[in-house]
């Protein structure tokens, strides 16, 4: 069974930064796009990046283009989202999420296997 744990959320001030990895065990990932979304309270889940199998490609939504950088490392089984520039309005549990194709999307259907979720704090 393919697991996935994230690491790296904690409470930093805003314009702070911040890096989140996940790692993949169980199972390869290197096949698959990796997505790294996030919850709010009361908010929908949402897509905040993706990389595609083997990181040619990458997608990001409108607030985390220029602020945030995801990555991997197909040789460790890793993902990483490195947040710079951080807002309290990205106060959010972050989850990691293995696709099911070979391209990121933003629609959470595409994605089989979750992480439990790291929680970012952003706040003075």
């Known amino acids: 069974q393919v697991q996935l744990e994230e690491s790296g959320g904690r409470l930093v001030q805003p314009g702070g930064s911040l890096r989140l990895s996940c790692a993949v065990s169980?199972?390869?990932?290197?096949?698959?796009?990796m997505g790294w979304f996030r919850q709010a309270p009361g908010l929908e889940r949402e897509i905040v990046a993706g990389?595609?199998?083997?990181?040619?490609?990458?997608y990001y939504v409108d607030f985390a283009e220029g602020r945030f950088t995801i990555s991997r490392d197909n040789a460790n089984d890793t993902v990483g989202l490195q947040m710079n520039s951080l807002k309290p309005e990205d106060t959010a549990v972050y989850y990691c999420?293995?696709?099911?194709?070979?391209?990121?999307?933003?629609?959470?259907?595409?994605?089989?296997?979750w992480g439990q979720g790291t929680q970012v704090t952003v706040s003075s």
């Open positions: 990389i595609s199998s083997y990181g040619r490609r990458t």
């Open positions: 169980g199972g390869t990932s290197s096949s698959y796009a």
């Open positions: 999420a293995r696709s099911t194709l070979d391209s990121p999307t933003k629609n959470l259907r595409d994605y089989d296997f």
